[in-house]
């Protein structure tokens, strides 16, 4: 599905990435995990094609299509999700009005009409019940006054409404309490099918009690220094980032 | 001839067709005098320093109207707020149209500046308040002053609730040239009475026009007063608005200006507060492109204590459009307590565009809350991502972001259907769509 070789990526003159490979499967989970200022955000800002990432070398393709020279809204539309740490606010705009734009913009550029109503209202209701979201929060502007749980909920809400098939969480898990981690995590697990590939990108090892990584890499100065399964997950938890800097260096 | 001088000598011609014996002859003659003195603005004018109007000054506007023109109400339908009812008060090229006018006389007077300034049953009232907070010291106020003849004429009487809102609608056609129009108007809404009010000029066809418009507000205590203006006319049209507010205890007045289209806009909005207890609301949307010019101009003036100001003025302006904001606030020594709130956010879209944004606070009395702030800045990168990686292309996005910017002045529009008008004007201009059901 998703394979990145040999990345290189500056933001404002400073290398961050230097050197990514990582490859992903249909049905897999990859978890993500380094310390803070690792590369761990601009990895998938890069995979998003955020514009303020300038890759110097290397390939990102998606199910062998080369991503490189594709916008932001391109790589959405061929089914790549960024799941953000800071959602943003949009006052005016409803969550509902929100996902209608965005599902009809990637109808309209796949050549397909806009999705009929009945279907759309039929989509929402099922996803936000997925996600244990009230009717009254869909008619809300877009994050605007949401709590931190609220704001992460509704971006699983948006995953589950776009369907794409390479999903990147970026920190979801933080501002999260137990119970709206839980909601999130159960939300994931049943969008999960074999033909879609979630990356989870965090710094603890908490959402990954929840959804089960196949993989797990350690990202260290703009490298993937370790890579194992979920037990090295643990043994982050345990031992904490020291020992990979060292092992690294 | 320039135009200064066509005016000067059209004036007896004018007057001689009108009444001689009119209470406001002299007022004409006198503020004729006044323009004569003054000239029209130019930017040697603190005032006027980022606004010219010497290319629309060379146009040979036609002073007065020649003809009526008729025009077929589903052609103009769409200008109106057609969704609910309304008294609406019409004028073609200046002229009265009674066929596509409602006016009333039960409970409250919604009819025309002619009559009023014409028939004995006006006069008390036109005496105690026409002209009186009108700025005569400002030359287009003067001019308009000297020409009055034909407006909106509207009186709410105590405690009534004019039950429908108020369109006054102006149309110009384009049979004949350029043209300059001056409607005057006169509201005056007593104790406990409450009006709202919808204002637009509309050209119809390309063609130069240039309307210099004047409006006097008088709000007694306790009156309500809301009135929304909507200036989205065509690329040669241009409007010079001089609206003066006075207030009298515990009234609220909030003027919404929304201003999407035309040549070149000149709002002068005045508010001057004379009891306690008052609150004033100036909320503005400038949403313009190409060589498009809005220039805002607010004063308020608060004159006694704990009274209220609130000011919200958000810019967005695209190609070489010009947006300029001036917001003075004066507060008087004795007018303690005084809470006078002003922001002014502009977004410039690109490069080429320009916004002039000036706050001007004069504040006499000690214990007051004054707060001013103002922005220019682009489209927040960080959220242009956002909705790009939910798939909205970059086009979209900018509309969705610059529609959310302007999103919060719309809050305080209390009739729904104005709202929503301005929600698709908005949406109309930046090119995105935004459903039905905001």
């Given amino acids: 599905m998703l394979t990145v070789k040999n990345l290189y990526a500056s933001v404002e003159g400073k290398e961050i990435l230097r050197g990514i490979n990582l490859q992903v499967n249909p049905g897999e989970v990859h978890a993500i995990m380094g310390p803070n200022g690792s590369g761990k955000s601009t990895l998938s800002a890069v995979i998003a094609g955020n514009e303020d990432y300038l890759v110097e070398k290397g390939e990102i393709t998606l199910n062998g299509e080369d991503l490189s020279e594709d916008d932001a809204e391109q790589r959405a539309h061929k089914g790549v999700f960024l799941s953000f740490q800071y959602p943003v606010e949009i006052p005016g705009v409803t969550v509902t009005n929100f996902i209608k734009t965005a599902i009809n913009a990637s109808r309209k550029a796949k050549g397909l009409e806009d999705m009929p109503a009945k279907d759309m209202l039929k989509n929402i209701r099922e996803k936000a019940a997925l996600l244990e979201i009230d009717s009254k929060f869909l008619s809300r502007s877009l994050n605007e006054g949401f709590s931190g749980g609220e704001k992460k909920r509704n971006e699983i809400f948006q995953m589950a409404m776009l369907e794409p098939k390479l999903a990147i969480l970026d920190e979801t898990d933080s501002g999260l309490d137990i119970d709206a981690l839980k909601i999130v995590a159960h939300g994931v697990n049943k969008l999960k099918s074999k033909d879609n590939a979630v990356i989870i990108i965090t710094h603890y090892q908490r959402l990954l009690d929840h959804i089960v990584p196949d993989f797990v890499h350690v990202l260290h100065n703009g490298r993937i220094v370790k890579s194992g399964t979920k037990e090295l997950a643990h043994e982050l938890e345990a031992k904490g980032y020291d020992w990979i800097k060292q092992l690294a260096d | ?438």
């Fill in chain 2, 1 to 438: 001839m320039d135009l200064k001088e066509k005016l000067i000598s059209s004036f007896m011609a004018f007057e001689e067709q009108l009444d001689l014996s009119s209470p406001i002859h002299e007022m004409r003659t006198s503020s004729l005098k006044q323009f004569e003195k003054l000239g029209f603005p130019t930017k040697k004018h603190e005032a006027w320093k980022y606004t010219s109007l010497a290319k629309l000054l060379k146009n040979d506007y036609s002073i007065f109207p020649k003809k009526e023109t008729v025009i077929e109400l589903k052609d103009v339908k769409k200008y109106f707020l057609y969704d609910i009812d309304t008294y609406k008060i019409v004028f073609i090229d200046g002229i009265y149209s009674p066929f596509l006018s409602d006016t009333t006389h039960d409970g409250i007077d919604v009819c025309l500046m002619s009559s009023a300034l014409s028939k004995d049953k006006y006069k008390a009232t036109i005496d105690k308040h026409f002209n009186t907070i009108a700025n005569q010291n400002d030359s287009l106020t003067a001019l308009n002053t000297s020409f009055t003849k034909e407006g909106a004429y509207i009186h709410i009487f105590k405690s009534v609730v004019a039950e429908k809102p108020i369109q006054i609608i102006h149309f110009s056609t384009s049979d004949q040239g350029p043209m300059l129009l001056q409607p005057r108007n006169l509201i005056v809404v007593e104790e406990n009475a409450q009006v709202q009010i919808f204002e637009r000029h509309q050209s119809l066809n390309q063609h130069q026009v240039l309307t210099n418009s004047v409006t006097e507000i008088f709000a007694s205590e306790n009156a309500l007063v809301d009135y929304y203006k909507v200036q989205n006319d065509l690329d040669d049209a241009s409007i010079i608005d001089n609206t003066y507010v006075a207030q009298k205890a515990k009234s609220h007045v909030s003027v919404h200006t929304f201003s999407f289209g035309g040549q070149l806009i000149r709002n002068n909005l005045n508010f001057f507060q004379k009891g306690e207890y008052i609150d004033s609301t100036m909320k503005g949307i400038t949403i313009i492109g190409e060589k498009q010019h809005v220039d805002h101009y607010t004063l308020v003036e608060h004159a006694q204590p704990n009274c209220e100001s609130h000011q919200d003025y958000k810019g967005i302006y695209a190609d070489k459009s010009v947006g300029v904001f001036n917001g003075k606030i004066y507060v008087n020594q004795i007018a303690q307590k005084t809470n006078a709130f002003q922001k002014n956010n502009n977004i410039l879209l690109d490069d080429t565009a320009t916004i002039n944004t000036k706050p001007q606070l004069e504040i006499f009395a000690d214990d007051v809350k004054c707060s001013h702030g103002c922005t220019i800045g682009q489209l927040d990168k960080d959220a242009m991502f956002y909705l790009r990686s939910r798939g909205i292309p970059k086009k979209e996005a900018k509309g969705l972001l610059t529609y959310a910017f302007a999103n919060n002045v719309l809050e305080s529009v209390k009739i729904p259907a104005i709202k929503s008008r301005i929600n698709k004007l908005i949406a109309n201009k930046l090119g995105v769509s935004i459903g039905h059901d905001l």
